[in-house]
Nanobody
């Protein structure tokens, strides 16, 4: 059974850091392109970062470049998003997924809420 479980969100002050984790079960994890997405209230999910198998190609949205770092640990079927220098506009629900090209492949998990506020 395929399952995505995100964790690590929370409330943080501007300039702070969070590390999100996502464990994906029921797929051949190491063969998959992986991505993190975020969703603002009333809007579509948008891709924030992604990386290919073996982390050969890594992509970031312009507004997170230099602040967020995506990584993967295939032995644990887990993808991470290290979020530094957080801004109020990073407040959103964050999701992970596998990707085919630019398209998410799996049913979404529950996501993890990130709130950046003083």
């Amino acid at each position: 059974q395929v399952q995505l479980v995100e964790s690590g969100g929370g409330l943080v002050q501007p300039g702070g850091s969070l590390r999100l984790s996502c464990t994906i079960s029921g797929v051949i994890f190491r063969s998959n392109k992986l991505g993190w997405f975020r969703q603002y209230p009333g809007q579509e999910r948008e891709r924030v970062a992604s990386l290919t198998p073996n982390s050969l190609i890594i992509w970031y949205a312009d507004d997170v470049k230099g602040r967020f770092t995506i990584s993967r640990e295939d032995a644990k079927n887990t993808v991470y998003l290290q979020m530094d220098n957080l801004r109020p506009e990073d407040t959103a629900v964050y999701y992970c997924n596998t990707l085919f090209g630019l398209e998410p492949r799996l049913d979404w998990g529950q996501g993890t809420q990130v709130t950046v506020s003083s």
